[in-house]
């Protein structure tokens, strides 16, 4: 008896012990503002009710604001009826406005450019109108119309976020991930010449596992920079534009019960750092997607530029379940030592997500954070507001000023646009 009740206490010090640590554990990746810096909102404008878009559909191109747009989203696939294009001025002026495909269900609409070889714009996007038979379609705006360059179906595997990036040799890559593929087809992959407009079927790309799906991707120096989501896994893609290879290693492991992916990835490149900045969603141990909606953790790695080493994990928010945070945020670099992330928080469950009802919301918040040439991430200024948000979208105007586009957590979904900037001591930096 004695030996058994040595033993049961010893499990209690050392369960205490354990929650005890991850108490303090989580009290000290709790970022803290520094002192003295504050973001305002210099600008307020409402843009329309029911408006949605995606986190790579908001670009500003010399000087120019360019904007894709669907209406009236269904919560539960993120998609929308239509594809607006909107652009003007970035300081003044009216919106120019086209309305693409109305009779559309778009999903994941982004505005690829190149620029090197041509001015016009390229949107590459879902077509979700039969569920059961989408389509990932990319359309080469010249000016007033759309044309078709690019179209594949699910005949060979479903079709999903599709994206694409200009390698800056004449061609435009195109990656459309398959999430049902058991990984040895995870991704599929062309270039397109953008003169002649001809399309090469590149290798597939194979993963470890399903799931597949792309957010963001960078070009830099004859590489193609690509952080791939799967089931419970994040990985880096470096894919070489001459040989037309890639490599991959594995950032983060994780669980959830229907074994998500990441979500929201945006990835930079800090250059006098030697530093890759991936800013993504971590779902939550808890976040099961058919109960909860998808919910989990903002989370920042580091690594450095030359041998893609991990240098630092920092959770950013979203620690426990009544501060979750939702999947409709988006990260932007500000300079070349901060950026800027926009997430919402909810309590547990996502019912937006679920059902189409704006509830359980806790608070939305804006964050500038300050990466070291160690890696470290140091939380610069913060913004918090109980008068919450979804659908965010960033876009950096200069070095501490920001365009924020969202939505209200309201019936009509108001969508707003605010220039934001970061200030030190009531002084512009």
């Known amino acids: 008896m004695k030996q058994r009740t040595r033993f ?19 009290a000290d990746t709790a970022l803290v503002p520094v002192e003295g810096a504050s973001l305002h909102t210099v600008k307020h404008e409402f843009l329309g009710e029911h408006f949605h878009s995606n986190m790579r559909a908001f670009e500003i191109i010399d000087g120019r604001l360019h904007m894709l747009l669907t209406t009236h989203v269904t919560p539960a696939t993120g998609t929308g009826q239509g594809l607006h294009y909107w652009t003007r001025p970035l300081e003044s002026g009216e919106w120019e406005k086209y309305e693409f495909l109305p009779d559309r269900i778009i999903g994941m609409a982004n505005i690829v450019t190149d620029p ?3 001015d016009d714009l390229f949107f590459i996007f879902n077509d979700r109108t039969n569920e059961s038979f989408r389509y990932a379609i990319m359309e080469r705006f010249e000016g007033e119309d759309l044309r078709r360059v690019f179209e ?23 990656f459309v991930p ?34 597949a799906r792309l957010y963001d991707l960078i070009y830099d120096e004859g590489r193609i920079i690509v952080p791939i989501a799967i089931s419970g896994q994040l990985h880096l893609g470096v894919i070489d534009t001459e040989t037309l290879t890639i490599s991959t290693q594995l950032l983060d492991k994780f669980t959830s019960p229907d074994r998500m992916p990441p979500r929201s990835i945006n990835i930079f490149k800090y250059e006098g750092l030697g530093l890759y900045v991936i800013v993504y969603l971590k779902p939550a141990a808890f976040s099961n997607r058919p109960r909860t909606g998808l ?28 501060e979750a945070v939702t999947h409709y945020m988006k990260s932007e670099k500000l300079n070349e030592e901060m950026f800027v992330v926009a997430y919402t928080c909810v309590d547990e469950i996502h019912h937006f997500h679920l059902t189409g009802v704006h509830d359980r919301y806790v608070s939305s918040h804006l964050a500038v954070c300050q990466v070291d040439p160690s890696g470290n991430v140091q939380l ?27 939505n209200s957590t309201t019936a009509n979904n108001d969508k707003w646009l605010d220039v934001v900037r970061l200030e030190f001591d009531g002084e512009n930096k």
Not at 301 to 317: G, M, Q, R, Y
Request: aromatic share 8%; charged share 25%.
């Open 8 to 26: 049961f206490v010893l499990c209690c010090i050392c369960s205490l012990l354990v929650l005890t640590g991850c108490k303090l554990g989580k």
């Open 152 to 174: 594949l179906d699910q005949k060979e595997g479903q079709v999903l976020n599709p994206q694409a990036i200009s390698s800056r040799d004449g061609y435009i890559h195109i």
């Open 116 to 118: 090197v070889y041509t």
């Open 380 to 406: 610069i200024a913060k913004e918090d507001t109980d008068q919450t948000r979804w659908d965010q979208v960033l876009a950096r105007i200069d070095d501490h000023t920001f365009l924020f586009t969202y």
């Open 178 to 211: 398959d999430r049902t593929s058991s990984g040895r087809d995870g991704i599929k992959w062309w270039r397109m010449n953008i003169e002649t407009e001809a399309v090469e079927r590149l290798p597939n790309i194979s993963l470890p596992t399903s799931g």
């Open 295 to 322: 919910v989990g953790q903002v989370v920042v790695k580091t690594l450095d530029a030359a041998d893609f080493k991990e240098l630092s994990t920092t959770v950013i928010a979203g620690f426990n379940g009544h």
